[in-house]
């Protein structure tokens, strides 16, 4: 089965100017998921949807940062505008959401976001 | 709040085991999760704890106490291609709840 597509795969932009990440999901999956992965750091969760709703958004800056999951498929990630503290890799992740035992969320190839 | 703490960095020669350990301090605590990342790869799902014990999938197998509020993942048989970032990730709440990862572990295989 195809895997989480991510595009582009590498983003260069200046500080305050905008960016928008795409996700697509592997087919069938209820949960969708946004990290940002800053360099020698773990994921971090910016916003997790369930079908097209969002069940958290806490970790988001929400004064820059925005996402949509439309008809609970693809994903856009928006920055507006961005600052040099956004430079990350940016990971898009899906998974059943079904409630299943480990939930195991399988990650795309990521955006590496560059801000100068 | 969170924390998870696990070394940041372990080296070990071909054919030897290692363990990498995970202690985490959180609210609602539901299971552990490891993931492997490899340079400039994705992360991709090692294991899953939600109950005490040990689980093993092929060379790799892990463990949690939750009384004690520790993990680890245990590598046998290591090869070149293990080389990569472990994370720890704790999930908070339900089987739906968020993960909370740690700051990885680099894993250095020598020949």
């Known amino acids: 089965e195809a895997g989480v597509a991510q595009s582009p795969r590498y983003k260069i932009i200046e500080k305050r100017q905008s960016v928008a990440f795409w996700c697509n999901p592997i087919?069938?999956?209820?949960?969708l998921y946004w990290y940002q992965q800053i360099l020698g750091q773990g994921p971090k969760l910016l916003i997790q949807?369930?079908?097209?709703?969002?069940?958290?958004d806490s970790q988001l800056p929400k004064d820059r940062f925005s996402a949509e999951r439309l008809k609970g498929v693809d994903s856009t990630l928006k920055i507006q505008p961005a600052k040099l503290e956004d430079s990350a890799v940016y990971l898009c992740?899906?998974?059943?959401?079904?409630?299943?035992?480990?939930?195991?969320?399988?990650f795309g190839p990521g955006t590496r976001l560059t801000v100068l | 709040g969170q924390s998870l703490e696990q070394p940041s960095e372990v080296t070990a020669v071909e054919g030897a085991i290692v363990q990498i350990n995970c202690t985490y301090q959180?609210?609602?605590?539901?299971?552990l999760s490891w993931y492997q990342q490899h340079d400039g790869g994705a992360p991709t799902f090692l294991s899953y704890?939600?109950?005490?014990g040990l689980e093993e999938t092929g060379r790799f197998s892990s463990f949690l106490s939750r009384s004690d509020s520790y993990g680890y993942l245990l590598l046998q048989e290591l090869q070149m291609k293990d080389s990569a970032s472990y994370f720890c990730?704790?999930?908070?709440?339900?089987?739906?709840?968020?993960?909370?990862f740690g700051r990885g572990t680099q894993l250095t295989v020598w020949p």
């Open positions: 992740a899906s998974s059943l959401g079904t409630g299943g035992e480990n939930n195991e969320q399988f």
């Open positions: 087919s069938g999956h209820a949960t």
């Open positions: 949807f369930q079908n097209n709703g969002v069940v958290d």
């Open positions: 959180t609210s609602g605590f539901y299971g």
């Open positions: 704890n939600a109950l005490d």
């Open positions: 990730a704790v999930r908070r709440g339900s089987t739906l709840g968020r993960l909370y």
